[in-house]
Each structure stands twice: as C-alpha cells, then as structure tokens.
C-alpha cells in the first residue's frame, strides 16, 4: 500500500521464532507522529591521505565512506484511545513495546547481512533505504501516564543510498524477436505490420542521481551465459542450466551472491575477464543489454531487476 506524504514504514521478515514487523509511523493518523523533522547524518569518510616524505602536504590517498544514520523523534500518542486514565496508560504502554519490539530487529540482527528495509513518501516521491534499526529509547516522561511518550529512534543506512520504491525489471531473449513483414497488396506508401515500439528490445535508462546495482537472472536451458551492457561490462558464467533451472548473480552490498535455484552457490563459476560483484553497477544513461550463450530451443532469457539510486531523497 502506497504511503502518504510524511509517512514511514519499517519492515523486514520473520525468522524462526522471531517476528517480522511492518510498523508505518511519522504522522498524527498512526499515533506515532514525528515531534521533529527527521535528520539524516552522512555518512563518515575513512580516508586513505599519506603523508609526503620529507614535503609539506599529503598524497590523497583511497577514501571509503561508511554508512549514513536517520534519526527519528517520535511523539507514541494513546490520548484518545481510552475514556479513563488508567486505559490511556496502557494503550501507551501497548503501542510503545509495538514500536520497540519492531526496532529491535531481533529476526535479522542475528543474520549476517540481512536488511531491513525502510520506506517513505517524501515530496511526492516514494523512495527506500536499506538498513537495520539501531537505538530506540523512550524517554522517562510523567504524560506517559496520561498517554504519551517521546521516543529517539536511529535507522543505519547500508550504503548511503535512497532507491526508488519501484523496481524496474526488464527480459532479454537469446533469441531476438522475429521482424515484421511487409502487409499486402503492396501500396504505395507502403506500411509495415504492428506499431512500432519506442524502444528497442534490450534497451533501459537508468535514472537517479547515481550508479545503481542490477540484479541478473539467467534462466535456462542455456550454456555458457553471458550478460553484456555494451560498451560497460560483461559478466560471464562457466556452467549449463537446464530447462527450468536459473542462476541469480546479486551484487548489491547486502547480498553478494550468485545462486543457483535459489540456494546453491556459483560463484567459482564466474570467468575472471567478469567484474568484481562490488563494481557490478548500471551508469546513469541508456544502455543497451545482450544476451549471449548456446541454446538450441532458442528459449533462454535472463531478466534484469533494478532500483534507481539518489543521493539522497
């Protein structure tokens, strides 16, 4: 469900014995309403800087960047939810373990490079960031009594990035689409069969303020894939799937995998002329995409999923 303007929606997955969550907060409609405007920290650089040996200065060295933080103050309001004292008390009591048990994350703060993800609508646009939830304390107040307790909140941002809520997805055929032909009788002008399509197959514009990971799936029968972005990368595996079989190469930070069917990796599969996963990422502009291997069906495909980035929102 869309969200509306201001709001913010923290989700993530159970596991095991652990509940997921999907708490939406940030305006008055929700009972948790922001008391401030939320403030994003950029991230800290790390950087490589050396001095000269015997010279004034430094060399600049390789500078990395860590993670942003968000940090919400939030406003957990109960006032109308009871007629007596006593009902306010314990429907704020209720609606503050509601949001700390969603922020303590305990289903994926035990999994190594899990996420969680953190969506908003913010100047009509939804966007979403990857990251875990971080501190939440509520702060000792007399109104919680009376209904209401202010609470800090902290979300880790994985890679400093937003990306747009909408996820473009696009398929590539080995085997090109056939071309029109030419309608009969022949006239003069004469016309070709079907509309014409803007774009040729193959073909995305990836938009955003910065480069953004693609997730690819080849899925068989097909030997020897290859995904190439013409004039970027080419990303090539040493290994055959069978009809109905897919492999799934994921280099976004959070995921850095290469699975077949889902759950076995091959990543050893992957031709060493191929990038590393952590610089597998799509330019801003247009880019023309091909599919290439051996398949005698001519059935083979591979999809390409991926999200615009931003520096900020």
Known sequence: MPLAEGEWNLSYGPNGVHPGANLTFGTFSNGYYLLEPYEITPADTEAGDTPLPREDGIRFGQDLRTHATITFE????????????????????????????????????????????????????????????????????????????????????????????????????????????????????????????????????????????????????????VCEVVDRWKLSLDLTLGVGERVTIDPRPWGRTVLRNGNASVAGSLYRSSPRLADLRLPIGEHSLVLRGRDDTGTAHMTIAWRDAYAYL
């Open 74 to 225: 939030i406003g957990v309001d109960t006032v109308d939810a009871a007629p007596t004292l006593i009902g306010r008390h314990g429907a704020n009591l209720d609606a503050v373990s509601e949001l700390k048990q969603a922020w303590d994350a305990e289903a994926l703060r035990r999994r190594f490079g899990t996420t969680a993800v953190l969506r908003t609508t913010q100047g009509g646009r939804a966007r979403l960031f990857y990251g875990r939830p971080r501190k939440c304390a509520p702060a000792g107040s007399k109104l919680t009594r009376q209904g209401y307790t202010p609470v800090v909140a902290s979300f880790a941002v994985q890679d400093d990035s937003s990306y747009d809520d909408v996820e473009q997805l696009v398929r590539v055929d080995l085997v090109p689409p056939p071309h029109r032909g030419i309608k009969g009788p022949l006239t003069t002008p004469l016309s070709m069969v079907g509309e014409g399509s803007p774009r040729q197959p193959g073909e995305i514009t990836v938009k955003g303020t910065r480069p953004t990971w693609p997730v690819i799936t080849f899925h068989g029968p097909i030997s020897q894939p």
